[in-house]
Structures are given as structure tokens and as C-alpha cells.
Nanobody, 128 residues
Framework: QVQLVESGGGSVQAGGSLRLSCAAS????????MGWFRQAPGKEREGVAVIFAGSTYYADSVEGRFTASQDNGNKLYYLQMDSLKPEDTAMYYC???????????????????????WGQGTQVTVSS
């Protein structure tokens, strides 16, 4: 069982930045894939980024603007979001799925259905 708690959401103007944090208990370094997802009202949940042991994949819509990272000292995962756009407005979630093989670590890990554990989410609102 993994418990996830997101924080760091808020309101920002277009072009601004936010950093989301995800606390995992127990800490999931090198044992779980960690994904970041978002869901806007009336839309399906979509994958934003996934990280495992420092390696990452990103959705095309955020590539070059968002950066996923992990802080093993503080046992936190981060999603640094720069150059935010109004279309980035959504509830953001972190999720965890047990690592079984490097063969599984590809862009399919951006699909929400491949994750078992989810946080409650944190709202990000970007105004124009």
C-alpha cells in the first residue's frame, strides 16, 4: 500500500511557474514508477510525466516546459512547471505503480490505467 499526498498547486498567470510536490509513504524510490497526471473539467485524465530512478518521459504537450524530479533526501517527487498556459489548468495528481521490469518503462507509463495508487490531487489554475 502506498499513500500519496500532493501539494503546491495554486493560481498563476500565463507564463508563470509552479512546483508541485508529491510525498509517498513509504518512499518509493527505485521500487515504483511515479507518474504525474492531470484532469481538466469535462476531459479525461491524461499523463503529464513519469519518472523512475531519474529517468523520465513527458507528454508532448508539456515537453520542454515541465520537469519531473525526485529528492531522495526529503523523500519527495516534484513537477516543476514553467511557461504555464491557460490550457494547463487542471487538477494534478501523482500516482505510483510497482516496478517489475525496465521493459515496462516506456511511454505507456503515461497512461492512467497502468497505475494503482493515486493521491487526492492539487488544483492548478492558469489565467490569461
Amino acid at each position: 500500500q502506498v499513500q500519496l499526498v500532493e501539494s503546491g498547486g495554486g493560481s498563476v498567470q500565463a507564463g508563470g511557474s509552479l512546483r508541485l510536490s508529491c510525498a509517498a509513504s513509504p518512499y518509493t524510490y527505485n521500487t515504483y514508477f511515479m507518474g504525474w497526471f492531470r484532469q481538466a473539467p469535462g476531459k479525461e485524465r491524461e499523463g503529464v510525466a513519469v519518472i523512475f530512478a531519474g529517468s523520465t518521459y513527458y507528454a508532448d504537450s508539456v515537453e520542454g516546459r515541465f520537469t519531473a524530479s525526485q529528492d531522495n533526501g526529503n523523500k519527495l517527487y516534484y513537477l516543476q512547471m514553467d511557461s504555464l498556459k491557460p490550457e494547463d489548468t487542471a487538477m494534478y495528481y501523482c500516482a505510483a505503480e510497482m516496478f517489475r521490469s525496465w521493459v515496462e518503462f516506456d511511454r505507456t507509463k503515461l497512461e492512467p490505467g497502468t497505475y494503482t495508487y493515486w493521491g487526492q490531487g492539487t488544483q492548478v489554475t492558469v489565467s490569461s
